[in-house]
């Protein structure tokens, strides 16, 4: 995901002050435990790295970061602004639904897209400004909409798509553009808008020069 060209444009409207590296830098967080999640064939191995994970956010409160670009660069941009290694470490249980989860009903869902989407999107405006629970919203329905491209079990991805068209539903009025478009996004591949299409990147484009 850390190549997706729509993420990049999403970047692209943070200010260049260094809120755009701290954006990128909790993005690129979200892409790491979602990538221990993905390549897990065993629960408990999967829980052991998460765990890790956790552990390593947390210490970035009282201690220098290790040798990990990802936990560098969230110390050098997201701690001098305020976000620190404990409130980092809780996406790490968004993630861990997922693993410990022993079926992904509603519940488990909506667990995920709070601890996950939401939590994301509200440390993210805390970065990039704009109306913070909206973009915490908009960012439970970004969730979802990402985990139901992904899952083979029809009726949970069906169900999960379903749950992210109420939360995206909301206004976008007053999300911060970076965040807004990452939220487009998740609207335009529900509704099956071809990425990288003409009619996808017009919209895209248009909310960022408009802010609707």
């Known amino acids: 995901m850390q190549n997706d060209p729509e993420r990049t444009l999403a970047l692209a409207y943070?200010?260049?002050?260094?809120?755009?590296?701290?954006?990128s830098a909790l993005l690129?967080?979200?892409t790491a435990l979602g990538e221990v999640v993905r390549s897990t064939t065993?629960?408990?191995?999967?829980?052991?790295?998460?765990?890790?994970w956790r552990e390593q956010l947390v210490k970035l409160d009282t201690q220098p970061p290790p040798a990990m670009p990802e936990l560098?660069?969230?110390a050098d941009m997201l701690l001098p602004r305020g976000v620190g290694g404990a409130a980092l470490a809780e996406l790490v249980d968004g993630w861990d639904v997922l693993i410990e989860a022993e079926s992904l009903d509603d519940t488990a869902l909506e667990r995920f897209a709070?601890?996950?989407g939401g939590r994301l999107f509200a440390l993210a405006a805390r970065i990039v400004g704009g109306n913070a629970g909206r973009a915490e919203r908009q960012g439970r329905g970004w969730a979802l909409a990402d985990l139901s491209q992904r899952l083979d079990d029809v009726q949970v991805r069906e169900r999960a798509a379903a749950m992210a068209r109420v939360s995206l539903a909301g206004p976008l009025a007053g999300v911060a553009k970076p965040l807004g478009i990452l939220a487009l996004s998740a609207r335009l591949a529900l509704a099956d808008v071809p990425a990288g299409g003409p009619k996808r990147a017009a919209r895209l484009l248009w909310f960022g020069l408009a802010g609707r």
Do not use: H
């Open 42 to 52: 065993q629960p408990a191995l999967g829980q052991i790295r998460l765990a890790w």
């Open 114 to 116: 709070a601890m996950r």
């Open 28 to 30: 690129a967080l979200d």
């Open 72 to 74: 560098i660069a969230l």
């Open 14 to 23: 943070a200010p260049d002050d260094g809120r755009r590296g701290a954006l």
